[in-house]
T-cell receptor, first 115, second 111 residues
Framework: DTGVSQDPRHKITKRGQNVTFRCDPISEHNRLYWYRQTLGQGPEFLTYFQNEAQLEKSRLLSDRFSAERPKGSFSTLEIQRTEQGDSAMYLC?????????????FGSGTQLSVL | TQLLEQSPQFLSIQEGENLTVYCNSSSVFSSLQWYRQEPGEGPVLLVTVVTGGEVKKLKRLTFQFGDARKDSSLHITAAQPGDTGLYLCAGVRLGNTPLVFGKGTRLSVIA
């Protein structure tokens, strides 16, 4: 088990471009979360999946953001028409539903810079 | 309004000193977790507290959950440079909502 893997680690893009990030969770984990973290802040919840079903999306998540987990394994987060305010660390975490006191295991994140 | 307020925001101490950081809320949580995060990495879970009044120890770190399950504290004894990092508290509110995080306390331990 190599833990939660995120790709790419860094992404620099120009305003208006689309970007897509990938997250590979721990293999037996059925829950997958996306968080966003800006400098000086804690992680902010974006959305989460249980298997392939997207169960909740933050009200802060604009319609330019979309996430998928097509086969209940890896997940992608796409941001369309990026804006400078989208610059942040995008963190993925996975967990095992049903385990006592759900524990989230985070990846190293994708650092997005929008120029 | 931040659901979980952490204090202090920054803390710089000498090696060997003791410190306490706080996590407070007006909401009740079914559980609270503490994470440590290093630059360029994701948070790593340190501990989960579930029962009001619960105290857990992890080597030199002592975690306490408030009796009313609205607050928590982290006490570090004889801090070492390796303790340097961002300490985040995170809670699950009643109803099994997704984990919400505080802004964190950035600790720097100087040798």
């Amino acid at each position: 088990d190599t833990g939660v893997s995120q790709d790419p680690r860094h992404k620099i893009t120009k305003r208006g471009q689309n970007v897509t990030f990938r997250c590979d969770p721990i293999s037996e984990h059925n829950r997958l979360y996306w968080y966003r973290q800006t400098l000086g802040q804690g992680p902010e919840f974006l959305t989460y999946f249980q298997n392939e079903a997207q169960l909740e999306k933050s009200r802060l998540l604009s319609d330019r953001f979309s996430a998928e987990r097509p086969k209940g394994s890896f997940s992608t987060l796409e941001i369309q028409r990026t804006e400078q305010g989208d610059s942040a660390m995008y963190l993925c975490a996975s967990s095992l539903l049903g385990a006592t006191n759900e524990k989230l295991f985070f990846g190293s994140g994708t650092q997005l810079s929008v120029l | 309004t931040q659901l979980l307020e952490q204090s202090p925001q920054f803390l710089s101490i000498q090696e060997g000193e003791n410190l306490t950081v706080y996590c407070n809320s007006s909401s009740v949580f079914s559980s609270l977790q503490w994470y440590r995060q290093e630059p360029g990495e994701g948070p790593v879970l340190l501990v989960t507290v579930v029962t009001g009044g619960e105290v857990k120890k992890l080597k030199r770190l002592t975690f306490q959950f408030g009796d009313a399950r609205k607050d928590s504290s982290l006490h570090i004894t004889a801090a070492q440079p390796g303790d340097t990092g961002l300490y985040l508290c995170a809670g699950v509110r009643l109803g099994n909502t997704p984990l919400v995080f505080g802004k964190g306390t950035r600790l720097s331990v100087i040798a």
